[in-house]
Nanobody, 122 residues
Framework: QVQLVESGGGLVQAGGSLRLSCAAS????????MGWFRQAPGKEREFVASIKWNGGITRYADSVKGRFTISRDNAKNTVYLQMNTLKPEDTAVYYCAANRFKSIVTGECDYWGQGTQVTVSS
C-alpha cells in the first residue's frame, strides 16, 4: 500500500520558517513527480509547488515564489518544502502528492498524503 506521510507542520509567527517533509513508499521514487498543495479553511485546495524526477525542474504558485523552495532526496524517498518569510495567509493544511509521469499542477494526482497543519500567527 502506497503511503505519503507528511511531517514538520506547526505554529509559527509571521516572518518565520518551517520545513515540511513527505516520506513516500513509492518505488521507484525517482519515477514520480512530487508536489505540495494546501487548503485553507473555507477555500479550495490549491497548488503550491512541484518537482520533477531528478529535481532539476521545479514550479511554484505565484503566491509562494521567492519564499518557498521544494526539493527532493531520491535516496531517502523524501520531498521537502522549505517555507520562509511565512505570512498569515499561508495558514492551511499542506498535502503532499505524487504523480507518475504526468503533471501534478492540476491536482489530479495518483497519491495523496494525509496533510499537516501549518498555522502562521500575525
Amino acid at each position: 500500500q502506497v503511503q505519503l506521510v507528511e511531517s514538520g507542520g506547526g505554529l509559527v509567527q509571521a516572518g518565520g520558517s518551517l520545513r515540511l517533509s513527505c516520506a513516500a513508499s513509492l518505488q521507484p521514487f525517482s519515477n514520480y513527480i512530487m508536489g505540495w498543495f494546501r487548503q485553507a479553511p473555507g477555500k479550495e485546495r490549491e497548488f503550491v509547488a512541484s518537482i520533477k524526477w531528478n529535481g532539476g525542474i521545479t514550479r511554484y504558485a505565484d503566491s509562494v515564489k521567492g519564499r518557498f523552495t521544494i526539493s527532493r532526496d531520491n535516496a531517502k524517498n523524501t520531498v521537502y518544502l522549505q517555507m520562509n518569510t511565512l505570512k498569515p495567509e499561508d495558514t492551511a493544511v499542506y498535502y503532499c502528492a505524487a504523480n507518475r509521469f504526468k503533471s501534478i499542477v492540476t491536482g489530479e494526482c495518483d497519491y495523496w498524503g494525509q496533510g499537516t497543519q501549518v498555522t502562521v500567527s500575525s
